[in-house]
């Protein structure tokens, strides 16, 4: 289950930040504000830039504490500039590193019980939240952030999304 977790979770929050980092610079480079991208999004009733990297955050920080049996810290949604997210997605990747394999044993039969604004409560064992839950809504909302950079205009490719590993 670490195996499956921290370090996907590490790898994708460090591509997302690299992704993060490639529209800012391009902002600079086309001499506008690049606190606009943070705004953007891909249709009017889809979330911003800003809230789907806090959404992946959110999503990489739970999903560890969850399997590992402990309480997760809380942030406030309040980032309003690229270097309030990178330091974000700071603070959770330096959480995930404090687990190891031993914090995570045994979590694949974990009950793991969660309630979502749509959906209401959700039970899974923990190898189901993992696989099903989380990675598929880590990725969304990666892949919803590198588009809305991307149709921004931001030069990005896969390689960007994959990252550096791939």
Sequence with gaps: ????SVPVLLRALANLRHVLA???AHAR?????????LQSRLAPD????VRQVQFATDTAKF???RLAGVESPRFDDVETTFEELYARLD??????????EAALEGSQDRSITLTTRTRGELKFDG?????GFVLPNLFFHATTAYAILRHNGVPLGKLD???PQA
Excluded: H, N
Aim: hydrophobic share 45%.
């Design 1 to 4: 289950m670490y195996q499956a």
């Design 22 to 24: 490639k529209g800012e």
């Design 29 to 37: 480079d086309k001499g506008y504000e690049p606190t606009i991208l």
């Design 46 to 49: 889809m979330f911003p830039l």
């Design 63 to 65: 999903a560890v504490a």
């Design 91 to 100: 603070a959770v990747s330096a959480y995930l590193r404090t687990f190891d």
């Design 127 to 131: 190898r189901g939240y993992l696989l």
């Design 161 to 163: 999304y994959l990252g």
